[in-house]
Every structure is written in C-alpha cells, then in structure tokens.
C-alpha cells in the first residue's frame, strides 16, 4: 500500500485544534479536526470517519492543506464555465448590432437572436445558443425591443387630423346641474325641541343635571310635509297654482 501524503511539517495537532475552535466555518473546522488525528498518528481511516468522508477526500484535504494552510480547507465559489466568446468575438458581435443587418447579404431586416447565432456560427465557427447569446447581450448593456404591430396601410397624417378634429362626446356638467333646486310649498314642518336630559340618579322628580348640556336636534318635516313634497315633485306646477294671485 503506498504511504499517504505528508503533512506540512510548520503545524501541529495542537494548532489545529486550536484554529477548528476558533473558524466560524463548520466545513473547515471539521476538516482541520480530522488532519489534526493524522498530526497525532492516527490513520487516514480514522480521519476519514472523523470527517465523514472518504480516503480519496482527505487526500484532497491533505494537498490544498498543504498548498495553502487553513485557508485551503474553506470552500470557495466555484469558478463556472468559460465565455464561449472572446473579446475579439464580442466586439465584433457589437459591431455587427451596431451596424444592422443588409437585407440583400442577410435576409433580414432587424437582427433576431436565432439570426445572431448562425452569423457567430458562419465567422467564427463557434456555436451558441439563443439563451446564452442573449445573456452576452444583455451584459453588453442591449435588450429586446418589440416593435408595436401597427397596419401597413395607416396613415400618420390623417390621424393627426382626427385627433384635432374629434371632440369628447361628454361635457362637464354645471353645478347650476348637480345640484336640483326643491320645492319649498309643502306642510308645516315641526321646530326641533330644546330639552335638557335628567340624571339618572335624581330620579323622575329631580332637576335636570347642569352637567349635560342641551341638546337640539334638527327640524324634521312632519309625516304630511314629506307626502306634501313629493307631491310637489310629482306636479311642479302645484305651486305656483297654490301662490297665484286671485
């Protein structure tokens, strides 16, 4: 069986233990607790079952350790896949845009992403999809516009002219309007009462409390004065028959 890999030799167990206490990162305070049994002699199979791994992932463990220290145990972001395009082939994609395409040469008349994809395809040999073509424009500061469908036979200047010239079939209404005078003929219609409340605690025979003030309610027509208004309402000229001189 081949010997595993050694450990940096500027680091004890006791240091790493130290650094698995104070690290913020679980990931990493596990990983320094299972290099530091390999500091102590312990078998990579034992720290491999401190850690809950493999052997093939404390070597792994093993190599960035030794490569960077402590630090090397932190997982960092993955890097992601490369740019299909290269600057020289974004440039040349922004030109392209720029530009617009020829009709005669291109067949179009506005650039479509499925028509970008094979002009990249036809110059560069390289081929993109309409997902990632789009996100190459959209980071170069381009979106997708949509024109508005408009008829091909309309013409601008007599819409103009119907705009002048059509007026809003409504008006505004006067406040002459909103509000509708009413008829004042009618019955008699009752004065509101001036009473003062009693207490409570005075009984039915006490003075009124000078507490409470008193209270006045509104003038409300009697039963006969509203029937004598909407007969009013009903023959408008009631009235004037009631007040014509004789």
């Not at 002699?41 to 850690?51: E, N």
């Amino acid at each position: 069986m081949r010997p595993g890999i050694a450990l940096r030799p500027d680091y004890d167990a006791a240091q790493l233990r130290g650094l698995a206490k104070a690290s913020r990162n679980a990931g990493q305070s596990r990983r320094l607790l299972a290099l530091a049994e390999i500091y102590d002699g312990s078998s990579r199979t034992k720290a491999a079952r401190i850690g809950g791994v493999g052997l093939q992932t404390v070597r792994d463990w093993v190599v960035r350790f030794n490569a960077r220290g402590p630090e090397g145990l932190i997982d960092g972001k993955a890097p992601g896949s490369s740019r299909k395009l290269k600057d020289s082939q974004r440039q040349a994609l922004v030109n392209i845009v720029e530009s617009g395409p020829m009709p005669a040469i291109h067949g179009v008349v506005r650039w479509r992403l499925k028509d970008l994809t094979l002009w990249i395809w036809e110059e560069f040999q390289t081929s993109v999809s309409e997902t990632t073509l789009s996100r190459e424009l959209r980071s170069l500061g381009y979106r997708k516009l949509s024109a508005r469908p408009r008829h091909y036979a309309q013409d601008p200047e007599a819409l103009e002219a119907f705009k002048k010239a059509s007026r809003p079939n409504w008006r505004r209404s006067g406040r002459a309007s909103r509000t509708a005078p009413r008829s004042s003929c009618g019955g008699r219609t009752r004065r509101g009462s001036a009473r003062r409340t009693r207490s409570r605690a005075a009984g039915p025979d006490g003075e009124p409390d000078p507490a409470l003030r008193t209270t006045r309610g509104p003038a409300r027509s009697t039963s006969s004065g509203r029937s004598a208004r909407n007969r009013a309402r009903a023959r408008p000229w009631s009235c004037r028959d009631a007040i014509r001189p004789r």
